[in-house]
């Protein structure tokens, strides 16, 4: 019992830290973050925007997310793959859990758990991440007191 309520105070802590770097965005619809622990570890962040050297609008004129606007998962793996370090057996702390298509690359790079606040509109990548054995925890507030 002890060891889950100190689990879930370390979570409670990513994930505001995570919230802390998704205000990184210059997005304007959706600001979301990610962090990615190893071992008790920090070992990538990210938020989701466009691929370095880009103009930072995220957004179309019809206020559409641009199609080459990277999530926030997406970019903390992204930089884990241009570090030293592996994402095998890690956990992903995320504002927002994750799409489809980035439910992919968590599976692909080894990321074991996925903790997140706010449940995407489409479920389909939480589902798939279930279904490949990712361990998955909602924790809807973690500003709340213990």
Not at 117 to 143: R, V
Request: hydrophobic share 35%; charged share 25%; glycine share 6%.
């Amino acid at each position: 019992m002890k060891e889950i309520k100190k689990q879930l105070r370390y979570d409670k802590a990513y994930l505001r830290m995570a919230k802390t770097w998704s205000e990184l965005s210059h997005c304007e619809r959706k600001k979301v973050g990610a962090i990615i622990v190893k071992d008790g570890m920090i070992i990538s962040d990210g938020f989701n925007g466009t691929p370095t050297g880009f103009d930072n609008c995220c957004e179309n004129e019809n206020g559409e997310t641009n199609w080459f606007v990277l999530h926030a998962e997406a970019n903390a793996i992204l930089k884990v793959a241009k570090s030293t370090h592996n994402c095998k057996g890690s956990t992903l702390y995320l504002t927002l859990s994750p799409c489809k298509d980035c439910s992919k690359l968590v599976v692909q790079s080894g990321i074991e758990r996925v903790v997140f606040i706010n449940k995407y509109k489409d479920t389909s990548g939480i589902d798939f991440l279930a279904n490949a054995g990712i361990k998955i925890d909602h924790i809807n507030n973690p500003f709340d007191s213990e």
